[in-house]
């Protein structure tokens, strides 16, 4: 009943208009993807995940996955055969390294058809989601021979990936990691453990599933500096490099979990399983933050595509159902009720997800384009700016497009009352998958506190005065263009509350660093409205001056645009100041009562 | 494996300190309830949440209930006998008439102990819930010999009681609706058509249900002024009152939700059932009200008593976990880790949950005491000043209480990582539960609605008025108090925002309405961030006279209470400010698009 459709305009408007993705072909794969291919690419990828991805969606939430009776996973009716036409139309690879079978086509691009998909089935996505990072950790970490050996199959999606960090008694703090490494002596490990919460941990879709496994070698230090990390294959390569033998390794059982029932989230158990050391030795954490970094952004991504499908399901309904008058007069007195969508509070609620939601797609291919640059340009100066911008942004999508993802995935039920409680509208799935987006890869707490506790300083605070300068600068030159000052207007005062806001903490966090954490949360979303109402500026800019040169036709959208820039300015932007107050009152009075008072 | 344990001292102190119970003495049933009694009931009903409805919490949600081939329903295991002990408890009658049957003590315990009860089985306190707004029903419109027929039997527990207002394609707008009655010639009716989202529609645990159904009488006005009240009962009684032939209502199915899977929402089938109408033809919707305005404060104690549950499971957990270091260096260097409680964003998390429970707790209470003035009191003018707090807090209860205590047992679920998300934690299924509080007895929005468009005007805005007054002559009272100087600064500040909110509507919203429904949600909150304020204000002042005057061995829990109150004015009520601001904003940015660019 739920319905999709990929936002195809949308984010080629922001590729083309506000990115100015053509400007970059001197980058790697760029040149390849010219606006028609770019076109091309979109409208394939959002009709595989309208016709064939989203129609199992609701599928997957009601069958779950099932481990049988011999250890086997089974995937939902429909996933296997989906994600065959996912592997065999090259979406696995479109971003990855030509030399191991990649397109090597744009990442942001790649996110870009991310969206669509996560859009439209969040779990089954997660399969080839956490090949991903498993892939980016062996490209940059692994051997030759294990990039040749494991990267052209996980790129063609013949084998897929996952991540095993968590064990029960810990998961931020891996530093209390138990899982063991013993050498083999002839170079492999016997790996032996468990992993808890494994994504995509086993399944049926897949010839071989690729293990990335943190483990304490044998001796090694105790806290994170002896952490390694390994490849475990579910089957060992036999000497054609064919999956062969089993290893070790099972899944022990299968989570009841509150969504994304569609992937199966295993307790995976490690028995002498044969393991290959990850480069370095004890450096298990750098390795492992490769994958983590990838996922962190993909996180983010799911809790925007999840809002964005919400909100389609909401305004549709909003259009159709009919319920009460306007309170400015009958608009459809045809009928013996208006539609919803004529009250204020609907649509209040309507163009708060969509401002967010607009914004949050230019948010993430603005940083998925600074991930091109970081990994393909060739000047050094530019790498390192747009590598910047990428590790500040990581834990601001993590934490605030997944927090806003599930509110207004909450707030998109809301608007079917009654219906919107009952599985059957489709509503609660979005919810409840949202829901995990807020706390896996790092729970958003843990986002906030890299972003103060470790991007804000790094390299003496380099990424985030670049960042307020850019957006300093971006009000300067528009301040007098009487098309954008509302915007930039506004855009300054949430850029004070921040950079005030960053102050505070400069003056108050260094002698009680509990000031820094009390304000952690707010800071990150804070630092959140501020990015987003800067993709708001350039998106309003964008939009008049397309208006001004004659929209080929587009006036509507790019008019809708500007108002929903305004909307975002009026009622969105105001929180900068809730959120600066709430930092400079500091921890004193949440550090006060002692732990057994709660 | 959660926890649970009433919060009866904190009642206590509310009742006694805050309230001053003992001074009503004057109001009929007051002098039934002294101190002790009240301690003794409040101890028996904590006692009885814990012991006997909190184990039966997840049974009910993962059983759910059943409708089985004969088309009874059954109710999860241990149900029917805990709604027997209830029962036999007197619960279900302890504030009510004791004309037939009731105990007659304050509302006010009763809401006390609805909350224990509420916290530890949503799902199961929904039967004897749906049952008191039914008895109210009949008890003000009723005739004589309807009171007498269902009366003792409702309020005994050995029948139950459900509201029928929605069908398919009316929720909100009950004009449309279409049920039909026909009469039959000796005063009563024939009842068809089809209700849905019917709670505690049917089940196993009591001898009769009685619906009380909003029909159209044949011929009657369309629109809302041709709806009556029937009561049609499951078993039609026998020339002795007993239960006898069945009635032509049954349960047609029971809706897949989200949660309180152990209360049945039932498809209602009426085919030619008989049915007594209760009170004046097509004066239906005011005796509905009556059910409606009884259920909302039974709604919104909800939301508040799972926020309740959901922060003593996070509370624990954040004690118990081992996880990382303090930012200010290791508070438990025996362990490995620190228990998560150190970090000041867990702190943040439960300092903002409990700064709501703790003044929703005595917004509910404070109100449940006005319910009991205005129903029990002698003297005109006091009746009516508490009737109109009754009704102006009825939906900023109901609406904000409801938003709040879903957004807190989604925070409460995220203190657990990942374990939140697995349903053998027990965390998912209090989202799940305080979910459909939001949706359910008139969406929030309609809250929303109800209080600027009906309450804020009524009677000259009489209300509204004196409940400004009220705040100003406490501030004013108390503010060379250099203990509450604090308190009163931050809660005028945030009564100045709502008033100039006010002000505002009155000067925008009279030739735009728009602009009205445009800031509805925002006031609301606007208002119970004032309210709970005050709550808060006057909870600082009898703690710090109660310290003043010797404490008694509660100095810890007194002085727990001014730090909470100080984090409340702190973090908290500055949201004022960001709720006039999208206020005055208006209703532009948000009504300029067309219905079909949504």
Redesign the interface.
């Known amino acids: 009943m739920p319905v999709y459709k990929a936002p195809v305009d949308d984010t080629l408007f922001i590729l083309n208009d506000v990115l100015g993705f053509e400007r970059y072909n001197n980058l790697a794969g760029f040149s390849e993807a010219s606006s028609d291919i770019v076109e091309a690419v979109l409208q394939e990828g959002g009709k595989f995940a309208e016709e064939v991805l989203f129609p199992l969606n609701q599928v997957g939430d009601r069958e779950g996955c099932e481990r049988l009776a011999d250890g086997q996973v089974k995937t939902p009716t429909g996933f296997k055969q989906a994600f065959e036409q996912y592997r065999e139309g090259g979406w696995l690879g479109l971003a990855a390294d030509p030399e191991y079978g990649g397109q090597g086509l744009p990442y942001a691009l790649h996110t870009a058809v991310g969206e669509f998909m996560s859009s439209a089935n969040m779990a089954l996505m997660m399969y080839p989601g956490l090949t991903q990072g498993a892939i980016a950790a062996i490209q940059v970490h692994g051997s030759d021979e294990q990039k040749q050996a494991y990267l052209p199959k996980m790129i063609d999606g013949t084998w897929t990936g996952t991540m095993n960090l ?1 064990e029960p008694h ?4 891996l ?2 990691l138990r899982t063991k490494a013993v050498p083999n002596g002839d170079g492999s490990y016997k790996i032996s453990g468990q992993k ?2 494994i994504s995509a941990g086993d399944h049926d879709m897949a010839e071989n599933i690729v293990h990335l496994v943190l483990a304490r070698i044998e001796g090694a230090p105790e806290g994170t500096k002896g952490i390694s990390l390994f490849i475990v294959p579910k089957f060992k390569l036999d000497g054609g490099g064919a999956p062969g033998e089993k290893n070790g390794v099972s899944c022990g059982s299968i ?5 994304i029932h569609g992937n199966a989230t295993c307790v995976m158990n490690y028995d002498e399983a044969e393991g290959y050391l990850v480069g370095t030795e004890n450096r298990g954490l750098n390795a492992m933050f490769v994958m983590m970094n990838e996922a962190r952004l993909a996180v983010g991504l799911q809790g925007h595509a999840i809002a964005e499908v919400a909100y389609q399901n909401a ?1 549709n309904y ?2 159709e159902r ?3 008058r306007a ?2 007069g009958a608009k459809a007195p045809e009928k ?2 208006d ?1 919803i ?11 708060t997800i ?1 401002a967010f939601n607009e914004a949050g797609r230019a948010l993430l291919l603005w940083t998925a384009l600074k991930s091109d640059i970081a990994h393909r340009s060739d000047d050094e100066k530019e790498k390192q700016a747009a590598d910047d911008v990428l590790g500040l942004m990581t834990p601001i999508i993590k934490g605030v497009l997944t927090d806003k993802g ?1 509110d207004h995935a ?1 707030a998109a ?2 608007m079917y ?2 219906h ?5 509208w489709g509503m ?1 799935q979005f ?2 998958d949202a ?2 987006a ?3 890869e790092g ?3 843990i986002q ?2 890299d972003l103060v ?1 470790r991007k804000l300083g790094l390299n003496g605070g380099r990424a985030v005065m670049a960042f307020f300068k850019e957006v300093e600068d971006f009000c300067a030159e528009n301040r007098e263009n009487e098309k954008l000052s509302f915007f930039t207007k506004h855009l300054k005062k949430g850029l004070g509350d921040l950079q005030a806001s960053t102050m505070w903490f400069m003056q108050n966090a260094m002698a ?7 304000g ?2 707010d800071y990150m979303h804070l630092f959140g409205l501020v990015a987003l109402g800067y993709m708001w500026a350039q998106m309003a800019k964008a939009a008049s001056e397309k208006l001004a040169a004659g929209a080929n036709g587009q006036s ?1 959208y790019l008019e ?1 645009k500007l ?2 820039a ?2 975002y300015m ?2 969105v932007m ?2 900068t ?2 959120r600066r ?2 930092i400079e ?1 500091g ?1 004193d ?10």
């Open positions: 968590t810990c998961g931020t703090d530093g209390l808890i919460f989570e009841e979990k509150m969504g305004a909003a259009r009919i319920q009460g309170l400015s013996k009720a539609p969508i004529v009250h204020p509070d609907v649509r209040r609620t309507l163009m969509r599930f909450v039920q809301q009352g009654g919107g409680y009952i599985e059957e609660s919810v409840r829901r995990i807020m706390i896996y729970a958003n707490g906030a506190l506790g009680k660093p509990d000031n820094a954490g009390a952690s949360t509507t809708n108002i929903t305004k909307f009026e009622k105001p929180e100041a809730l107050a709430r009152t921890a009075s949440m550090m006060e009562l002692a732990a057994e008072a709660f």
